[in-house]
T-cell receptor, first 114, second 117 residues
Framework: TQLLEQSPQFLSIQEGENLTVYCNSS?????LQWYRQEPGEGPVLLVT?????EVKKLKRLTFQFGDARKDSSLHITAAQPGDTGLYLC??????????????FGQGTILTVHP | SAVISQKPSRDICQRGTSLTIQCQVD?????MFWYRQQPGQSLTLIAT?????????ESGFVIDKFPISRPNLTFSTLTVSNMSPEDSSIYLC??????????????FGPGTRLTVL
């Protein structure tokens, strides 16, 4: 079973602060997705990273995929109240019968106070 | 990316009854999945909905409890059978599509919030 350990589980910060969320595994993933989910809605895809060592930026969000494709991080610069939500990382399993299936981390509930 | 809708968006049901959730996609997709999510928690994969054949269930989920249909490449249903309060959860369907036209990834529907009394 491939597991993704996501940390921290809860994060409460003030507007303007920076934060980092981590996802770690002992397994290799073919790709890794980051989602953001607000109450009453489905997860919304933020980014997909595929290549080991890849770094992608989405405005104030920076996503990194580890060189060995076992871990990933999400860094938010100058957080805003609109960033509040549940952040989920999900690793895509490799081939065979597991192809296409996602393993999700436990999620990080982020609250940004004005 | 694919646009996904689910019906109903929420429901309150009595124990022992069954509820069928529908998932509609605006384009043909090969892979469709069903997930369960407790409020504020992460997602657990229930099964892969296969077009033209029986769904593939994950450990801990069985066809008798969660029958799934996939009659074509744009539609699937998940039934939660003989419900108990422990089935209260958010049920989500997802589809595999291309991210920025290149990378396979999954997109999610808005979810169905189920409460069983």
């Amino acid at each position: 079973t491939q597991l993704l350990e996501q940390s921290p589980q809860f994060l409460s910060i003030q507007e303007g602060e920076n934060l980092t969320v981590y996802c770690n595994s002992s397994s290799v993933f073919s790709s890794l997705q980051w989602y953001r989910q607000e109450p009453g809605e489905g997860p919304v895809l933020l980014v997909t990273v595929v290549t080991g060592g890849e770094v992608k930026k989405l405005k104030r969000l920076t996503f990194q995929f580890g060189d060995a494709r076992k871990d990933s991080s999400l860094h938010i610069t100058a957080a805003q109240p609109g960033d509040t939500g549940l952040y989920l990382c999900a690793g895509a399993r490799a081939g065979g019968t597991s192809y296409g299936k996602l393993t999700f981390g436990q999620g990080t509930i982020l609250t940004v106070h004005p | 990316s694919a646009v996904i809708s689910q019906k109903p968006s929420r429901d309150i049901c009595q124990r022992g009854t069954s509820l069928t959730i529908q998932c509609q996609v605006d384009s043909q997709v090969t892979m469709m999945f069903w997930y369960r999510q407790q409020p504020g928690q992460s997602l657990t994969l229930i099964a892969t909905a296969n077009q033209g054949s029986e769904a593939t269930y994950e450990s801990g989920f069985v066809i008798d409890k969660f029958p799934i249909s996939r009659p074509n490449l744009t539609f699937s249903t998940l039934t939660v059978s003989n419900m108990s309060p422990e089935d209260s959860s958010i049920y989500l369907c997802s589809v595999e599509d291309l991210f920025r036209g290149v990378t396979r990834t999954q997109y999610f529907g808005p979810g169905t919030r189920l409460t069983v009394l």
